[in-house]
Nanobody, 122 residues
Framework: QVQLVESGGGLVQPGGSLRLSCAAS???????????MGWYRQAPGKQRDLVAT???????NYADSVKGRFTISRDNAKTTVYLQMNSLKPEDTAVYYC?????????????WGQGTQVTVSS
């Protein structure tokens, strides 16, 4: 199992910034099989959508709606992932979920955090 703990959500005015953090923990075996971590978000009444991901090799991928505003990064141990969110808009309001994907013998498995609320409002 991989446990994910998110932090950093909150209320911010439009144009403001927030930084989300997600720390992964678990067995050394499971942590070593993580090949990607990322952030997804879910607004009320909508499906959960990808925000940004980063692979174990450092490749990043962003949703078009956040490109140029959000930046995903990780620590050297590759067990903590961050999401720097700038120029926030009301439409960024959602519950943000951290995701970790592991791969063992080509079998992928997703783990999720409990979610952290981000509200962008004046």
């Amino acid at each position: 199992q991989v446990q994910l703990v998110e932090s950093g959500g909150g209320l911010v005015q439009p144009g403001g910034s927030l930084r989300l953090s997600c720390a992964a923990s678990g067995s050394s075996f499971r942590l070593n099989t993580m090949n990607a971590m990322g952030w997804y978000r879910q607004a009320p009444g909508k499906q959960r959508d990808l925000v940004a991901t980063i692979t174990s090799g450092g490749s990043t991928n962003y949703a078009d709606s956040v490109k140029g505003r959000f930046t995903i990064s990780r620590d050297n141990a590759k067990t903590t992932v961050y999401l720097q969110m700038n120029s926030l808009k009301p439409e960024d309001t959602a519950v943000y979920y951290c995701n970790a994907r592991t791969s063992v013998f080509a079998v992928q498995r997703d783990f999720w955090g409990q979610g952290t609320q981000v509200t962008v409002s004046s």
